[in-house]
């Protein structure tokens, strides 16, 4: 097991392979029956047999989660919270018996505060025939070894109030 890795050690363009994991059906069933989705494309075969497919599939978010496993370890960072997925394409389905792995670059790396930054990854789930059947941008936040530098971005308060417009608030907004 590797050490864990904090903002200080992170540099842009490094990447990292996971280890790899075989997908069973009992992985389709257990991810069916904890999210209530029993779409006949992934659960039953002589449905799934008439489809372009031609067996059951794999539901695409029990393929980000796989991502999401695998990439937890490699590398091993501090990480404080997950802060988006952003631009994640599906672009081949998973079958049962597929082995996939999680190749990650670090993207860009940026200090929020003085106890962390936010880094953005790049990853993509690739299957045993090296075929990218996921992929996109994860952002975290990452702790760091040391307190940073605090930001100068606050002005000085008077009066206990903020002057209006004095801090810039970024609100996620459902698509």
């Known amino acids: 097991m ?8 992170l540099e842009v363009g490094r990447t990292w392979k996971s280890l790899s994991r075989t997908l069973t059906e009992t992985d389709i069933v257990g991810f069916a029956g904890m999210t209530g989705d029993y779409d006949p494309l992934h659960v039953d075969r002589e449905f799934a047999a008439e489809t372009p497919y031609g067996k059951p599939i794999a539901h695409g978010l029990l393929g980000l989660s796989l991502m999401a496993g695998l990439s937890s370890t490699c590398p091993r960072v501090r990480t404080m919270a997950l802060v988006r997925v952003d631009q994640w394409m599906f672009h081949r389905p998973i079958f049962i018996g ?10 860009s790396i940026t200090p929020r505060g003085r106890r962390s930054g936010e ?6 789930l690739i299957n045993q025939r090296g075929e990218c059947v996921q992929s996109g941008r994860i952002s975290t936040l990452v702790s760091s070894h040391s307190f940073l530098p605090r930001a100068s971005a606050v002005p ?7 002057k209006p417009n004095a801090l810039k608030v970024e609100i996620a907004q459902d698509e």
């Open 119 to 124: 880094v953005i990854w790049f990853r993509k």
């Open 98 to 107: 597929d082995t996939v792995h999680v190749l990650t670059e670090v993207e």
């Open 156 to 162: 000085p308060m008077k009066s206990g109030k903020l």
């Open 2 to 9: 590797s050490d864990v890795l904090y903002l200080e050690d």
